[in-house]
Nanobody, 123 residues
Framework: QVQLEESGGGSVQAGGSLRLSCAPS????????MAWFRQAPGKQRELVAV???????NYRDSVKGRFTISRDNAKNTVDLQMNSLKPEDTAVYYC?????????????????WGQGTQVTVSS
C-alpha cells in the first residue's frame, strides 16, 4: 500500500520557522513530481511548492523567498522549509505525488496524497 506520511507541523508565532517532511512508503517516488499543497479553513486546496525528480522547483508567489522545497531521492523524502511564517500560512499542509508529469507540471490529477499536517501561525 502506497502512503505519504507528513510530519513536522505545529504551532509557531509569526516570523518563526517550521520544517515539514514527507516520507513515502510502499514505492519509491524518486522519479516522480512531488509537491506540497495546503488548505486553510473555508478555502480551496492550493499548490504551495513543487519539485521535479531533477530538483527543478516552483512556488506560489505568496511563499517565494520564504519557503524552500527540497528532496532526497536516496532517502525518498521531500521537505518543505518554511521561514518568516505569517498567520495567513495557517493551514493543513499535504504532501502529494504525481506519476505522470511534464517538467514541473502534473499531467493528470495528483495520484497520491498524505493525510496532512496542521500548521498554525499566531500573530
Amino acid at each position: 500500500q502506497v502512503q505519504l506520511e507528513e510530519s513536522g507541523g505545529g504551532s509557531v508565532q509569526a516570523g518563526g520557522s517550521l520544517r515539514l517532511s514527507c516520507a513515502p512508503s510502499g514505492r519509491t517516488f524518486s522519479r516522480s513530481l512531488m509537491a506540497w499543497f495546503r488548505q486553510a479553513p473555508g478555502k480551496q486546496r492550493e499548490l504551495v511548492a513543487v519539485i521535479s525528480s531533477g530538483s527543478s522547483t516552483n512556488y506560489r508567489d505568496s511563499v517565494k523567498g520564504r519557503f524552500t522545497i527540497s528532496r532526497d531521492n536516496a532517502k525518498n523524502t521531500v521537505d518543505l522549509q518554511m521561514n518568516s511564517l505569517k498567520p495567513e500560512d495557517t493551514a493543513v499542509y499535504y504532501c502529494a505525488a504525481c506519476s505522470i508529469s511534464s517538467g514541473i507540471t502534473c499531467a493528470r490529477p495528483w495520484d497520491y496524497w498524505g493525510q496532512g499536517t496542521q500548521v498554525t501561525v499566531s500573530s
